[in-house]
């Protein structure tokens, strides 16, 4: 008697469920990579800002090179080789302009450190005094005090080791971000194609789709960064400057366009440092009055005017996350965190609403 064959064991897996395991298990690789890579990013964030600083000017012009090319049939290289000329122009010619003036101010401000700080602490306190270690100090006799510590603490050895270290790194930083931006801008589209070969080859369309998604906004939000920082420095170089006569009015002006690529906190802490200095030189109620009227124009133009227009509805972050995302980035790469915290925030919320199919 023949025995029947044993049926096999082994259930049946449809191949759609064979791929989404297939991609189960890759996922894990994927994840503990992307650990990896923060951990060294972390390590190395002291060396992050040229690079970034580079990637991004080169992310931003490589449309304009390609269609350069395509249209005159020229190599790319020419057209990058023109602009990276142009941008270096540009930075010279700006520093010839501002620095200087820039300079003077800030040894003026300097000079003028201690009554400024008392007339702060004034606003604050009073006539009272304070109790600093049991001892009772009025306004003046704290400023004097802290400029005094400030003063120690500035001639310590080790604080002029330190500041002539950060002087070297600036200086090697500078040449170092032109040698990166001259290959950013001319080998964009290959180091673009080096990042997409990192990522396994099953999940490169997905990632594609997502990049497809990302990248107009991404450009958008730089680029809208860009303009309002531009606008927000000329329009505080007139109403300080011009039009209110502040002291300093070139500093606090390049002061408030750099701040206001931090988001939410940035601005605040520009009105607040550009407020104390006009309270400082305030004539009477007057000039603290033109001096708020001033600073509201300022805020609504930027935040109902030209943030919207040139930043774009896919662009917006809650305040909150706004917030989070800064103090994370910061705390953990420094200023290439806060660069970079909004354009990361923009890039999870793309790619979860395209692996979710929900709208923005």
């Known amino acids: 008697m023949s025995r029947r064959p044993e049926r096999s064991e082994t259930p049946y897996v449809a191949p759609e469920d064979a791929r989404r395991r297939a991609a189960s298990r890759e996922r894990v690789p994927i994840f503990i990579a992307v650990g990896i890579g923060f951990f060294i990013l972390y390590l190395i964030q002291s060396i992050l800002l040229p690079f970034l600083f580079s990637g991004i000017v080169g992310f931003l012009a490589a449309p304009l090179l390609t269609w350069c090319a395509r249209r005159t049939g020229l190599p790319r290289w020419l057209f990058a080789a023109l602009l990276f000329v142009l941008i270096l122009a540009v930075i010279l010619g700006a520093a010839y302009l501002v620095v200087p003036r820039m300079l003077s101010e800030s040894r003026a ?9 008392t007339s702060m602490l004034q ?18 006799e704290l400023a004097h005090k802290l400029v005094s510590i400030l003063r120690e603490r500035l001639s310590q050895a080790g604080t002029l080791r330190m ?21 950013c801008l001319a080998a964009a589209p290959q180091l673009g194609a080096g990042l997409l070969w990192l990522v396994p080859p099953l999940h490169r369309d997905a990632t594609a789709r997502i990049w497809a998604r990302l990248d107009p906004v991404l ?11 531009i606008y927000a420095t000329g329009a505080a170089y007139v109403g300080l400057g011009l039009i209110l006569g502040i002291r300093h009015a070139v500093l606090l002006a390049i002061l408030t366009g750099l701040l206001e690529m931090i ?5 605040i802490t520009a009105a607040v440092i550009a407020g104390l200095v006009a309270v400082r030189y305030a004539t009477g109620v007057d000039s603290i009055i033109e001096y708020a009227i001033y600073a509201t124009v300022l805020r609504l133009s930027i935040d109902e005017l030209l943030g919207p227009v040139v930043l774009g ?5 809650h305040p909150v996350m706004v917030i989070f995302c800064f103090l994370a980035g910061g705390l953990l790469f420094g200023i290439p965190g806060v660069i970079m915290a909004i354009p990361v925030a923009l890039g999870f919320k793309h790619s979860l609403a395209l692996l979710y199919d929900e709208p923005v």
């Open 109 to 117: 401000m300097l000079s003028d450190f201690e009554p400024t700080l």
């Open 163 to 183: 500041l002539a270290e950060w002087s070297i790194a600036g200086i090697f930083g500078f040449f170092l971000t032109l040698v990166l931006l001259f290959y």
């Open 219 to 229: 450009r958008r939000y730089f680029l809208g960064v860009l303009v309002v920082v």
């Open 313 to 317: 509805r896919a662009a917006h972050v």
């Open 123 to 140: 606003q604050f306190l009073g006539d009272q005094s304070l109790q600093v270690l049991g001892e009772p100090l009025n306004p003046s």
């Open 263 to 267: 988001p939410v906190i940035g601005p």
